[in-house]
C-alpha cells in the first residue's frame, strides 16, 4: 500500500515537471479574459523583475499584457508622463521613490516578489569581505542600459553603504553600462579608460556592485576569459545581510522589487480582473522558476524562455543574457523570487526598510496588496 502511494505521488511529480516541460517547449493557450479586453500595458527596464512576465507571455500568449520595454529610470518616467503605462515592474525602492519625489504619484505596490540578490564582487586575489575595505577606493555601479545613477543599483548601493557606516563621498564612485563595467572589472583596466569614469581614476576598480544574473555571469566570465590579464572574480559582499534591523524576512533576503499599478487602474472595475490575471499568471511564473531549481531540463527550458524574452524586447539596447547565466543564478539560490510574502505580511518593515534605502516614507496609499 505505502509502495503504491509512494509511486503514484512519483509519477504525480514527473507529470507536473513534464507538464511545464511540455508547456515551456510549445507554449500553451490558456482562457483567460474576452479578445476585447485591453491589456495592460506594463513597462520594465531589463530588471530582474521583469523575468517572471517573460515567462508568464511564453506560457500564456493570451496573457491579456503588453510589455512596453524601457532602458533607464528616466524612460520608465517618461512613459508614463506620455500615457504608454498602466503598471511598472521594478524595484520596489525605486517606485517609492517616483511617488514620493512626484514623478508619477499615482503608483502603487501591489506586489513584491524578487529578494535576493545584490553583490558587491571583487577579485579574488583583493580578498575584500566588508565595505570598511572600500574606502577611497574605485567602485563600479552597473545598470543593465546606462549606468544607473539615481536608480535602483544607485539606491541600494548608497543604502548599503550607510549601513556600513560610510557614504557616496567614501568611494571614487563610477557608472557604467553592465556591458561596458564586466570587461574593465575582469581585465581590471584603469577606470579612466571609460570617459564616463573621472579622469584622476588611473587605477583599475576595486570592486562592481551588481545585480543578479549579471553578478553570477561576471564570476562565469571571469572563470571562462582566455585573456591574459584577466582575473578571477567573486561575490566579496551580500548586500543582503547588510540590512538587520527587519523581522519580517530572511537576513539573506530583502523586497527589493515587484509590480506597481496606477491607482486608476485599480479603482477601474473593467480594468480590475484584468490586473488579477496578468498578476497570477506572474506568480504562476514565480513558482514555476522557483521548483525548477533541482530539475535541470526544465530549469534550462525556463531560462531559455526568459533569455529569448530579453533579447527580443531588449536587444534594441544591445542587451543579452545567455540562459546558462540564468540558470545558474537560479539553481545557486543567488537569486530568488517569492509570491508567499504578502505586502500585509511584511509591514511595517517594508515601510521601514523603503525609508532606509530612499530616505524617506512613502505614502500610505503606495501600499496596495493584491
Known amino acids: 500500500m505505502q509502495t503504491t502511494r509512494h509511486s503514484q ?10 507538464s511545464i516541460a511540455l508547456t515551456l ?4 493557450i490558456q482562457p483567460t479574459l474576452a479578445a476585447h479586453v485591453t491589456p495592460l500595458r506594463v513597462v ?26 524601457v532602458g533607464t529610470g528616466s524612460d520608465i518616467v517618461n512613459a508614463f508622463s506620455s500615457g504608454q503605462g498602466d503598471a511598472l515592474l521594478s524595484m520596489t525602492y525605486t517606485a517609492a521613490q517616483d511617488v514620493i519625489s512626484g514623478k508619477i504619484p499615482q503608483l502603487d505596490l501591489v506586489s513584491v516578489n524578487f529578494w535576493r540578490g545584490f553583490w558587491i564582487l571583487a ?25 544607473g545613477k539615481g536608480g535602483g543599483p544607485d539606491l541600494i548601493f548608497q543604502a548599503a553603504a550607510r549601513q556600513a557606516g560610510m557614504g557616496a563621498s567614501s568611494f571614487n564612485l563610477c557608472y557604467l553600462p553592465v556591458m561596458q563595467a564586466a570587461p574593465m572589472m575582469v581585465k581590471q583596466h584603469p577606470m579612466n579608460s571609460n570617459s564616463a569614469c573621472a579622469s584622476n581614476d588611473s587605477m583599475a576598480p576595486t570592486v562592481i556592485s551588481l545585480v543578479e544574473p ?15 590579464n584577466a582575473v578571477a572574480i567573486n561575490k566579496a559582499i551580500d548586500v543582503q545581510a547588510l540590512f538587520t534591523d527587519y523581522n519580517a524576512w530572511p ?10 499599478v496606477l ?22 511564473a514565480v513558482q514555476n522558476m522557483m521548483a525548477a531549481r533541482n530539475h535541470p531540463i526544465i530549469l534550462m527550458l525556463i531560462s531559455r524562455a526568459i533569455a529569448n524574452g530579453i533579447t527580443t524586447y531588449y536587444g534594441q539596447y544591445g542587451l543579452s543574457i545567455p540562459a ?19 505586502i500585509n505580511a511584511v509591514q511595517p518593515d517594508l515601510g521601514l526598510f523603503l525609508t532606509d534605502v530612499v530616505g524617506s516614507a512613502p505614502p500610505a496609499s503606495f501600499y496596495h496588496p493584491l
Open 25 to 28: 517547449a510549445v507554449g500553451f
Open 123 to 147: 577579485p579574488k586575489s583583493a580578498q575584500i569581505s566588508q565595505f570598511s575595505q572600500l574606502a577611497n577606493d574605485g567602485v563600479l555601479i552597473a545598470g543593465p542600459t546606462a549606468g
Open 214 to 228: 549579471a553578478a553570477t555571469g561576471l564570476v562565469m566570465q571571469s572563470k571562462m576569459s582566455t585573456s591574459s
Open 9 to 18: 505521488q512519483k509519477n504525480v511529480r514527473w507529470l507536473t515537471r513534464f
Open 263 to 284: 491607482a486608476p487602474v485599480l479603482a477601474d472595475p473593467q480594468r480590475l480582473p484584468v490586473v488579477n490575471t496578468v498578476l497570477a499568471a506572474y506568480r504562476a
Open 44 to 69: 520594465s527596464t531589463p530588471n530582474p523583475n521583469v523575468f517572471p512576465l517573460l515567462l508568464a507571455m511564453k506560457q500564456n500568449p493570451q496573457l491579456p499584457v503588453s510589455l512596453v520595454p
Open 324 to 342: 546558462p547565466v540564468i540558470a545558474m543564478a537560479i539553481q545557486s539560490g543567488n537569486m530568488v523570487f517569492r509570491d508567499d510574502l504578502s
Open 251 to 260: 537576513r539573506t533576503e530583502l523586497p527589493h522589487g515587484g509590480m506597481s
